[in-house]
């Protein structure tokens, strides 16, 4: 199973940007996906996640900005960032709770690579 992010890069302050994360491999099924990032000597902090009936949850820091959604069919989770501030500067990581073509059954949490988001004039 990999989880492929991109879309990052560098934007100025108050501008957009849409990343994507699509699922792959042995698959039975999605569950719910999300949004972290991880600026340079934080933790990594929750930014979205949705559910696979489509509920959301954002952090407060980026409520009413970003806009997390998904497509069932392409195993794809999207992050629409708008007003983008200096302090979204991290890289993001996609992640997905998912259960296994050939598993137990059992839930798996997989992460993707990260992709970095900087935002700066």
């Known amino acids: 199973v990999q989880l492929q992010a991109s879309g990052g890069g560098l934007v100025q302050p108050g501008g957009s940007l849409r990343l994507s994360c699509t699922a792959s491999?042995?698959?039975?099924?999605?569950?719910?996906m999300g949004w972290y990032r991880q600026a340079p000597g934080k933790q990594r902090e929750l930014v979205a996640a949705?559910?696979?009936?489509?509920?959301?949850n954002y952090a407060d820091s980026v409520k009413g900005r970003f806009t997390i959604s998904r497509d069932n069919t392409g195993n794809t989770v999207y992050l629409q960032m708008n007003s983008l501030k200096p302090e979204d500067t991290a890289v993001y990581y996609c992640?997905?709770?998912?259960?296994?073509?050939?598993?137990?059954?059992?839930?798996?949490?997989?992460w993707g690579r990260g992709t970095q988001v900087t935002v700066s004039s």
């Open positions: 992640n997905a709770d998912l259960r296994l073509l050939y598993g137990d059954g059992k839930l798996v949490t997989y």
């Open positions: 491999g042995s698959i039975w099924s999605l569950n719910d």
């Open positions: 949705i559910t696979r009936s489509g509920t959301t």
